[in-house]
């Protein structure tokens, strides 16, 4: 009864092993055109962009604009130091410009990332601004601005006191 | 072919270079096709050797320039290049014993092998293009990285600026290695790093399961485990989870080969693996404390082999004390919330749902095909073999048992991690990839022995589980 009951269990074993094989081989003749298919598609979307663009695109995936992003990085010079003007309220923001609030939770952030070796620093010690879709007012005597877009986006250098 | 592509080219070939050596000095190499068979256990284990100097390097406060990189690659090969002369370890001197293209198993392995460097290929162009990276990344994993580009070292006025300030450092230490080797901070090419450290990845799954599986099994295996789908979505986004599973495995695999075939420089491999597991995320102590676990009740009714398990996972474990030392003397903030034990107790209401997400995420077929159940069918039923084989399977099924443990206990520890299966929201998702990739990784391993053990008796065939042709 016991070799029986082996050659059973083997049996079981050998069957599942099979299965298991299969399943995979299935599977994998399933998936493996769509994977291929994907790999394309991924190089398709992507292959236009410049360097640059492929550097700035996460951040436009946020809604934060390419031209914003661009100009920061012409006009912001390694390792000095800026800090970023966000809008004056989440409303301002929404309403007056569009502006969703998650793109105001990551600007700074990503503004950060993008502009590394420069520091962001509080206004007090900043050498630029990044007005994004902020108030000007309070910085018309302070900051000669060096880029401006339509959408309520600037950059200016901190004047010397 | 810009500055950019060719310095992580120039720098996965010196890692290569630097692990051959290390191979050299461990076990040898024996004829030229051995060694190319090795060169993705080569280049992963220069990459986690060089990197974990590197990161040592930089805690130490030095300064991590490109030509500290090269003598740090140096003090990793020359004791081993010494070791290997004085063990008068064997060089290629033949070419080695081609596969027979006469045999089906053969044609098959090499169609499978075929269609893996296709798809690797296709990878490959995607991350010359790839253009997208996630919240972590550009929130603290690449600043670090730039910050140690940059200001040469790590820089404390902004790492306390930053998330995650006393989270491990290899992969952020990784990636300014690869920018200085690029010649600028080129951030959208790190992604050919990431298809590195895959690709040395499957290549080092491929040959060390090698004598131990047949080939078109293997190469089965290794092309579904290149296919997953959120492997490959997650893989450019420049987060250190595909990092950590990586090496995670790769411990795993050592670990396995080195239960399957007491070669003692597995051991080695399993160190180095193991140590780049503990620097590459929080999440790699957890997992390798499961890993253990499961070796050591894998190999209850074998306890010599605890003493040496045991002693290399300790030696790993030490090269994780510095950087802890580092964050917890600046007073960083810690890498555990400081109420964790309070919130076991108040939020058991969460092990329940905490288990479903888990499972849930773990046997998403759209996620990760069906890794996770082939491998634990074929592991359960390798429990009915005895000896090595199932010794195998029980380390499979007792880590896979505390990893699910363990994410379920992150889920309910943290009343942050929301409940549901949404990547944002959720590091589980990402966490349960290690697991997944240990299943592709173990499952030709399981399957093997079902497949060789039809008609003989379950002592036999324990005692003769090895190197199939």
Known sequence: MRPLRQVHVAGVRFAGGVLCVV???????????HRFEWTKSAYDDNSWRSPVR??????????????FQEAALTYVPPRSTFAVLPPPSVEVAQKGYGIPPLTLIELPFWMQFLLLPSRMVDTAHAQYVLCFACNTDPWVNRVSWIWKNDAGEAIGKLNSP | MSRGVLGVIALNGLFTLTGLFLLWGIRGLRTWIDLVEQL?????????SVTMLATLWLIGGEHLSLWIVLVLCAVVAAPAVELAVLRRRSLPRSLGRLPRLSSPGTLVAASFFALAVAFFVALYLVARVNSFITEDSFVFWIPKAQAIYYFGDLDERLFRTLHGASYPILLPTLDAIDFRFMGSADIPNLALQS????????????ALLRPLVRPWLLWLFVLFAAVLPNLDYRLYLGEADWTVDIFFVLSALFLARWLAMREPWLLVGYGVMLAATFAAKREGALFVACLVGGAVLATVGSRRRWLPLLAVTLAAYATSIPWHIWWSSRHLQPDLPGNWREELTSNLSRIKPAYVVVFRLLFTYDFWLVAAPIACVAALLG??????????????????????????WIVWSEPTVSLDTHNSTSPIPRAVGSLVLLSAGLAPLLIEPLLSHRRRTDHATSSQHSAPS
């Open chain 1, 23 to 33: 399943t995979v081989a299935v599977v994998l003749a399933l998936q493996l055109p």
């Open chain 1, 54 to 67: 492929r550097l700035i695109h996460t951040g436009e995936t946020y809604d934060i604009p390419t031209d």
């Open chain 2, 40 to 48: 993705g256990i080569a280049l992963m284990l220069g990459t986690a």
């Open chain 2, 195 to 206: 298809w590195f450290l895959l690709a040395g990845c499957l290549a080092s799954m491929a």
């Open chain 2, 383 to 408: 429990l009915t073999l005895a000896g090595r084989v199932r010794e195998i399977a029980a380390l499979y099924l007792a880590t896979m048992t505390l990893g699910v443990n363990g994410l379920m």
